[in-house]
């Protein structure tokens, strides 16, 4: 049976509060990385520092964790008064699964007529941060 945002367990008010720090955290590296350094680079930092400060697998398959992740990074960051694309959201997604030894691939895809390009992240071939349009063609996997 696939694994969809239905099968997301709960967390408890101290999980959620410490996942948001989490996620609040994640995000403003993100926003730094990305004014400062191009995409790719950006990527390669924020793999290296969530290897240096990882806190280990949760319990759980790896695509429920992710569901529920993925889930948990677009209702923290979808307030925000700031930028919060797709590239910022899967940055983020990256980098806190990266911290749990997860291993997403972001993708970047294309659309070429009209234009518009998308950010998404999947782990085991699965999108969680899936573009709004499938015929998104993949550009980059990182």
């Not at 007529?113 to 990182?142: G, V």
Request: with cysteine.
């Amino acid at each position: 049976m696939p694994v969809s945002p239905d099968h997301v367990s709960r967390l408890r008010l101290v999980e959620r509060t410490r996942l948001g720090a989490e996620i609040l955290t994640a995000y403003a590296r993100v926003r730094w990385l990305l004014h400062a350094r191009s995409p790719a680079e950006a990527v390669a930092s924020l793999r290296r520092y969530a290897q240096r400060h990882e806190i280990g697998q949760e319990p759980g398959t790896d695509l429920v964790v992710g569901w529920r992740l993925a889930h948990a990074v677009n209702v923290t960051l979808r307030p925000l008064p700031t930028d919060v694309r797709c590239l910022f959201r899967s940055l983020t997604l990256l980098t806190i699964m990266e911290r749990r030894n997860m291993r997403p691939k972001l993708i970047i895809g294309v659309r070429p007529e009209p234009f518009a390009a998308h950010a998404w992240i999947e782990l085991h071939s699965q999108p969680l941060l899936a573009p709004a349009d499938p015929d998104y063609e993949r550009l980059a996997e990182l």
